[in-house]
């Protein structure tokens, strides 16, 4: 199973700007599906960005045209660009990584908070 290490959250103001990072472990990265699920507190978790092996993207309706994700094979890692932040997208953002059907390995989550 995949390790993951997720950085960059913390806290920022509205409107403002974060850059979610996650390493992965393994020499297969180039195969998995991979991306980012968020958790408001007491909400449940929810599907934020994903991206193919083959590099296709999908978004949740409300971070559409605020974020992007891309990844880079050579350094097992996937990035989430979030720009335009808004009060509501304050939450613990995990990192997933998925290889065809097998179950999803999980980063251990990062805090991202917007708020002024």
């Known amino acids: 199973q995949v390790q993951l290490v997720e950085s960059g959250g913390g806290l920022v103001q509205p409107g403002g700007s974060l850059r979610l990072s996650c390493e992965a472990s393994?020499?297969?990265?180039?195969?998995?599906?991979m991306g980012w699920y968020r958790q408001p507190l007491g909400q449940q978790r929810d599907m934020v960005a994903v991206?193919?092996?083959?590099?296709?993207?999908n978004y949740r309706d409300s971070v559409k045209g605020r974020f992007t994700i891309s990844r880079d094979n050579a350094k097992n890692t996937v990035v989430l660009q979030m720009n335009s932040l808004k009060a509501e997208d304050t939450a613990v953002y995990y990192c997933?990584?998925?290889?065809?059907?097998?179950?999803?390995?999980w980063g251990r989550g990062t805090q991202v908070t917007v708020s002024s």
């Open positions: 997933f990584a998925q290889l065809d059907r097998a179950p999803m390995s």
């Open positions: 393994g020499n297969i990265f180039s195969m998995y599906t």
């Open positions: 991206i193919t092996s083959g590099g296709m993207t």
